[in-house]
């Protein structure tokens, strides 16, 4: 697990505002979400892998995070072979229950390009983006409650920590004769045993942590200052503005050339 | 049990990190679970709907967290900050998990305000594991699965996504609630105030 | 300018049916440096707990009054400061000038004066990096100084301190002793809590110990309390100057070889090490924070794999298994022949009572039943853990979880047994009963490894030492 971020930080559009980048890529995906064509995603993906450097993000890097998308692309073009709705075009295979027509493959292509299309720009975002400024940028641009957004990352905080502690918990399982050999049934409880003891664990270091906050004024009824100021300007607009744009654009596309296929409807 | 409530509606510094402790803690087993979701996806292959009966896990969270904290807002909290970190820890499906994680919050969040945030029995966690399966299913419904037949697929895939979610983080989480108060972390929630003194 | 004036005061944490803190009267004037004794379990985070403001009302049941200069601590909060025991779960922030920022921020000062107080109170305490490191690059005695900055960046009048030292190796203790003594103002109040205090005397001019029963046992100048009270505290579970910790050293030549780890290294928790553990031996791993000693624990268990070199058992401790390493073994065959006491007991925890925690490492390894119960209630009774035999492991004290974890790695009576700081914040009275455990087992022919910062625990018992350098240190 690795929660720094990947990215040069000073290339143009990675050091945008963090609520802003979060709002461009919600916005670019429930844009590219609503059509089931494969034309408008591949486009919207053209795009944000020319705009790629811009946010400093290596191909490699972004290669390696959307990796397991492949598995479920496999996925969706299994459930498709089996259960598509309409089989429309060309008979490709016909073998009992199986009937692949070219409508089929279509189909399931506009479905994987959806799903990377609407994907990629939360990877780019979280590839770019620090978790402390996140949580400033929540409470001073977009005014989250403080409360809540310094007590997620507190927590957020614990996260390697209780990466390390799993295994930790593994080790003592073993160190007390307790291992699960070759025995699937037997391994699930040992999952389940052992996700149980990090979240009591977990809870436990929370309600100390909690404590901890609450000794340094956390819970002080004064209004709270900021140390690090997070700046939302024109840039941050554009950024903003330039996703809708875009993500609009290639949906336009797709109804001109006549391949747009609403989601509901 | 029960009858305890919670007086003011203000969190506390304890229920706001304990509820994103939960969140995260979650985010890192969703972690683990979804390496296992991928590595049974070929075993489901023929009757890909079943898969379903695994969904009710991602949901936990949101159950979880509403038994637990005993606050408006508690259940849409704990599965939106688990959707987020697991966006952060590198979630392959990007930001829309947090367009997903709020329709599933809110479903179990309706049903904890249904009984206005007295009631935390068994029958409560069972209608929010019912209502945030639903919320989940309806989501997917639409999203994911539109290019699907209707009746072999969408429709079944959605009744057992609320059936798994009724059983897994309905009584799951009310079972765990009842797990978690014997080890006394949670003896600064009402819920874990509910167990004999010693 | 703090003062503190308690008047009968008690707590009783909810859910449970003894008072954590009773009947208690005490007043301390501003200035004063007051070191705040008590056996495990006599109250002594609870009251510093009350002191903060930290005891909110639905958490229990309070008798009598506090104050801090005539207000309810809770609305005094301004005034206090508190340092947490445990390092780890008081930093709140990823990098360390916003950790120490957090506090500033919640009082709501502006941000322009912010900055100059951070870099303050690094300095104060002698913080080596700058504001950007990340907190999770720290080791534990650079977090412990971290979160003391964090609480001098308050300037808190009362400063109250919770066993500051506990996690730390000698040196990184010294450093935060220096640290205190150079940040308190003449007009800083000090409440400190310690086990040890041969270290802790320096700072203080008055010594509080509280009562297990209630109320103050004694309180006075250092030098007034021990010498009136000095053998009833050490025979409580004080730990008192001048009453030296008995001698276990080995009457016996060691025996044969149990294990045999050869240019063992894990980079980058360990450098390479190499060493024989032998029967009837004691033998003491001690190294600075983060030299790789509990992993070299576990690697000597069988628990972890190494990177390089190879960890050996002979046939006297594995019988036909030599051949394989420790950490190939099916955990029930390990378990018979290798016994591991982690260094948080809490983590070594499976079962849902102390009995069925006993039991379940003799049942693993295909004792009869009648076996098993021999075993567990033989062990409850030599660990004064009877009483709480349906109790679940998690609701125990600290010492007494240590004791279970101890008592669980020696039920089904491995030949070797490695224990990670096994007597890590324990008051006198557990301590000397460990230590007299292990001379036994050493001396009834058991190989023991300890990983130990305790220099104590090393004198009492240990017949060889190993010490390990940190991995970074050596080229
Ligand atoms: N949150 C809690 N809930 C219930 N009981 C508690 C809680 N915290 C402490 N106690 C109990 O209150 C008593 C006093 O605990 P406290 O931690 O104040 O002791 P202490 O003097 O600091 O001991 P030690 O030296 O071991 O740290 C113990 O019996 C403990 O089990
Ligand atoms: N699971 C892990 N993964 C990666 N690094 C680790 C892990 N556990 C420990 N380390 C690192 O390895 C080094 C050695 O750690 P270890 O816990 O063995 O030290 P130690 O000597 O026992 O320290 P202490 O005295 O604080 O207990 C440290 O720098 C630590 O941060
Ligand atoms: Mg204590
Ligand atoms: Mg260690």
Not at chain 1, 1 to 12: F, I, Q, T, Y
Not at chain 1, 14 to 23: E, G, Q
Not at chain 1, 148 to 160: H, N, S, T
Not at chain 1, 161 to 181: C, H, K, N
């Amino acid at each position: 697990m690795n929660l720094e971020p990947v990215a040069r930080p000073d290339a143009p559009l990675a050091r945008r505002n963090p609520v802003a980048k979060l709002a461009a890529a919600l916005l670019c995906s429930i844009i590219l979400i609503a059509t089931l064509d494969p034309v408008a995603p591949a486009i919207a993906i053209a795009v944000e892998l020319a705009l790629l450097p811009l946010f400093g993000v290596r191909l490699r890097v972004l290669a390696r995070r959307a990796l397991p998308l492949l598995v479920s692309a496999v996925g969706i073009l299994v459930t498709l072979v089996l259960f598509a709705a309409e089989r429309s075009g060309r008979i490709l295979v016909e073998a009992g229950p199986f009937l692949i027509t070219s409508g089929v493959l279509i189909t399931a292509l506009g479905l994987v390009l959806r799903m990377f299309a609407v994907a990629l720009p939360g990877v780019i975002v979280v590839a770019t983006t620090d978790p402390t400024d996140l949580a400033d940028a929540l409470v001073q641009n977009a005014k989250l409650p403080a409360r809540f957004a310094y007590g997620a990352l507190a927590a957020f905080r614990l996260v390697p920590l209780l990466a390390q502690e799993w295994q930790m918990i593994s080790m003592a399982r073993r160190a007390r004769g307790v291992d699960a050999g070759r025995n699937p049934l037997a391994r699930l409880r040992l999952f389940g045993s052992t996700a149980f003891t990090l979240l009591v664990g977990a809870i436990r270091r929370g309600t100390r942590l909690a404590v901890a906050m609450d000794a340094r004024g956390f819970d002080a009824m004064t209004p709270r200052s900021v140390a690090r100021r997070q700046h939302f300007g024109r840039a941050d607009g554009l950024l903003i503005a330039g996703a809708a744009v875009l993500a609009g654009a290639a949906l336009a596309v797709s109804i001109a050339t006549g391949t747009f296929r609403p989601l509901i409807g | 049990m029960s009858k305890t409530t919670v007086t003011t509606n203000r969190w506390r510094t304890v229920d706001v990190v304990v509820a994103a402790v939960i969140a995260v803690t979650f985010g890192v087993i969703f972690w683990a679970w979804g390496l296992l979701w991928n590595v049974v996806t070929p075993a489901f292959a023929f009757l890909p709907a079943t898969q379903a009966i695994m969904y009710g896990v991602w949901l936990i969270p949101a159950v979880l967290g509403g038994l637990v904290i005993r606050r408006p807002g508690a259940a849409l909290f704990c599965e939106t900050v688990a959707a987020v970190v697991s966006v952060l820890l590198g979630s392959e499906w990007g930001s829309i998990t947090i367009l997903q994680g709020l329709s599933q919050g809110i479903g179990a969040e309706l049903a904890f305000a249904a009984f206005r945030y007295r009631s935390f029995r068994r029958p409560t966690a069972l209608l929010a594991g019912a209502l945030t399966g639903l919320g989940a299913a309806v989501f997917d419904f639409f999203v994911w699965n539109g290019e699907y037949a209707l009746g072999s697929y969408r429709i079944p895939y959605a009744l057992l996504t609320i059936a798994s979610a009724t059983a897994i983080a309905g009584v799951g989480a009310w079972s765990l609630t009842r797990a978690l108060a014997k080890t006394g972390v949670l003896d600064r929630f009402p819920a874990g105030r509910e167990r004999t003194t010693i | 300018m703090s003062a503190v004036r308690l008047r009968g005061f008690g707590w009783r944490h909810a859910g449970r049916k003894r008072w954590a803190v009773r009947g208690l009267d005490l007043r301390i004037e501003h200035g004063e440096r007051v070191l705040l004794l008590g056996a495990s379990g006599a109250g002594k985070s609870t009251l510093l707990a009350a002191l903060a403001g930290l005891l909110p009302e639905d958490s229990g049941e309070q008798e009598g009054t506090v104050e801090i200069d005539g207000r309810d601590p809770r609305t005094a909060r301004e005034e206090v400061g508190l340092l947490f025991q445990d390092p780890e779960t008081q930093l709140v922030m990823a990098r360390c000038g916003d950790d120490v920022a957090f506090g500033p921020e919640n009082r709501g000062l502006p941000a322009e004066q912010i900055w100059p107080r951070v870099d303050e109170a690094l300095h104060r305490v002698g913080f080596r990096y700058g504001r950007d490191r990340p907190t999770a690059a720290l080791s534990g005695g650079e977090q412990q100084r971290l979160a003391l900055a964090g609480v001098l960046a308050l300037r808190p009048s009362l400063l109250l301190l919770d066993e500051p030292t506990a996690n730390l190796d000698p040196a990184g203790a010294a450093l935060i002793r220096d640290a205190v003594a150079t940040a308190l103002d003449t007009d800083t109040t000090l409440l400190l809590v310690e086990h040890r205090l041969a270290e802790a005397l320096p700072l203080v001019d008055r010594v509080v110990v509280l009562a297990p029963g209630g109320g103050v046992q004694a309180d006075g100048t250092p030098q007034a309390v021990f010498a009136a009270h000095g053998e009833a505290l050490a025979a409580e579970g004080v730990w008192v100057p001048g009453h030296p910790a008995p001698r276990r050293r080995a009457t016996t030549a060691a025996g044969s070889e149990l294990l045999a780890a050869d240019e063992l290294a894990l980079p980058p928790r360990l450098a390479t090490v190499s060493l024989t553990v032998r029967a009837g031996e004691a033998l003491a791993v001690h190294g600075p924070n983060g030299a790789g000693k509990s992993t070299l624990a576990l690697l000597l268990g069988g628990l972890l794999a190494p990177a390089a070199g190879r960890v050996t058992a002979t046939a006297e401790l594995a019988g036909g298994d030599a051949r394989t390493p420790p950490h190939r073994w099916r955990a029930p065959a390990l378990v018979g022949r290798i016994g591991s006491v982690f260094q948080d007991p809490e983590h070594q925890f499976v079962t849902a009572t102390v009995a069925d925690e006993l039991a379940l490492g003799p049942r693993r390894t295909g004792r009869t039943e009648a076996q098993v119960r021999t075993t567990v209630d033989a062990l409850l009774d030599r660990l004064r853990l009877a009483a709480l035999a349906e109790a679940n492991p998690y609701t125990l004290s600290g010492g007494e979880a240590r004791r279970l974890s101890v008592a669980t790695a020696l039920a089904t009576a491995p030949r070797l047994l490695v224990c990670d700081e096994p007597t890590f914040g324990q008051d006198r009275r557990t301590w000397r009963e460990l230590v007299e455990l292990f001379a036994e087992l050493r001396d009834n022919g058991h190989g023991l490894v300890t990983v130990t910062h305790d220099t104590e625990f090393i004198a009492a018992l240990a017949d060889r030492q190993v010490g390990l350098e940190h991995p970074g240190s050596t080229p």
